[in-house]
């Protein structure tokens, strides 16, 4: 019996399902009894297609490299970005925030705004001294002074970066801007300053260092391109001589205070001597006042004696004793010579007793 070439190429492309089908048609009830005893089993969940599988591997994908590249810089407050572009620096600073970035082609980088400080001192204060991150240690600046005396200089600089021009200032200067712009000048500024005064003369010209110091600092930042640097402040902490000099100046110290004590002896002696100079020549004036006033006190007195007020006094003092002889007629009156005042009065009663009468 010839075969049908279309009926057999027909069986052959038909599915596994299709043939189970088939099979299961051909069992009859067989089959439906199997089927009915899953009927209380749950039904495995789909499988999800190749395309949901490849979304998703692509979303973790996405995630794992941005987690792992972090194209992003957060700016904090009181720093600035700098975005450089296949190494060419963006002129306009990024402010503080969130700032995406190409990795590979593009960089961000924060600077720090900040007040810092450059402290030169020597290693034990620099233990002793807590310091922050806006710090930067360097030891302490040693100077000879004018006689070639070896001094130590400690003092303490102040200073920002201008927010609005680091890009140009980390492009020219570099991120150790200060390794270059504050450290090195300022060293040079102390030994040029300091070295032109004696040992001797640099504690008593302490705030006059310090000045032309800050002056020389501040012209030199002037001359520099875009200004890069704000100063603050420049503060001359210690100043630290030799034991030899510090001595001698020692020495010469407690020699004026020496000289100052006598000065201030000298003169209080001598304000006291003027003070007793003063009193007694008051004195001297009262008594010489005193006196020229009794004296014209008197002569008033004897001008105005005339023998007619004597008389009057005579009369009047013997009418005084008339009435004391009506009360005590024991008692003796005895009368000067010429019948002038005053007359003596004597009690003989009691001879202890006696008086005298007159003006």
């Known amino acids: 019996m010839p075969i049908d070439l279309n009926e057999h190429l027909r069986q052959k492309n038909k599915t596994p399902r299709q043939n189970d089908n088939n099979n299961n048609g051909n069992n009859g009830g067989g089959n439906k009894d199997s089927n009915r005893g899953f009927q209380g089993y749950p039904k495995m969940p789909a499988m999800p297609n190749n395309k949901s599988l490849i979304i998703l591997a692509v979303i973790v994908l996405i995630v794992v490299i941005f987690l792992l590249v972090r194209p992003f810089k957060i700016i904090n407050s009181g720093e600035v970005g700098v975005k450089i572009n296949t190494g060419e620096f963006d002129p306009v600073a990024l402010q503080p925030g969130l700032h995406f970035f190409i990795p590979g082609l593009q960089q961000i980088i924060a600077v720090n705004t900040k007040v810092r400080i450059a402290d ?77 005064f004696t040992a001797e003369e640099l504690p008593t010209k302490r705030n006059e260092i310090a000045t032309l110091i800050d002056e020389r600092f501040r012209d030199y930042i002037q001359k520099l391109e875009n200004q890069p640097v704000k100063l603050v402040s420049i503060q001359l902490t210690e100043i630290v001589l030799p034991p030899a000099i510090k001595e001698q100046i020692e020495r010469v110290q407690v020699a004026r205070q020496e000289a100052e004590r006598a000065r201030y002896e000298v003169e209080r002696a001598k304000q006291e001597a003027e003070k007793k100079a003063a009193l007694a020549k008051g004195v001297a ?23 007619g007020l004597l008389q009057l006094r005579q009369i009047e003092v013997q009418s005084k004793f008339n009435e004391a002889l009506q009360v005590n007629k024991d008692a ?13 009065w004597l009690d003989t009663k009691d001879t202890r007793r006696s008086s005298v009468v007159g003006e």
Do not use: C, H
Request: hydrophobic share 40%; net charge neutral.
């Open 285 to 307: 004036d009262a008594t010489i006042i005193e006196a020229d006033a009794q004296a014209k006190a008197n002569r008033l007195i004897s001008q105005s004696l005339s023998n």
């Open 332 to 344: 003796k009156i005895f009368l000067t010579p010429g019948g002038s005042t005053p007359n003596i």
């Open 120 to 196: 030169f001192t020597n290693s034990e204060s620099m233990n002793l001294r807590r310091r922050d991150e806006g710090s930067l240690k360097n030891a302490a600046i040693n100077v000879l002074d004018s006689r070639g005396l070896s001094v130590s200089v400690e003092l303490a600089v102040q200073y920002s970066l201008d927010s609005l021009k680091v890009p140009q200032t980390i492009s020219v200067w570099g991120q150790n801007w200060e390794e270059r712009i504050i450290t090195p000048v300022i060293r040079e500024i102390v030994r040029n300053v300091v070295g032109s």
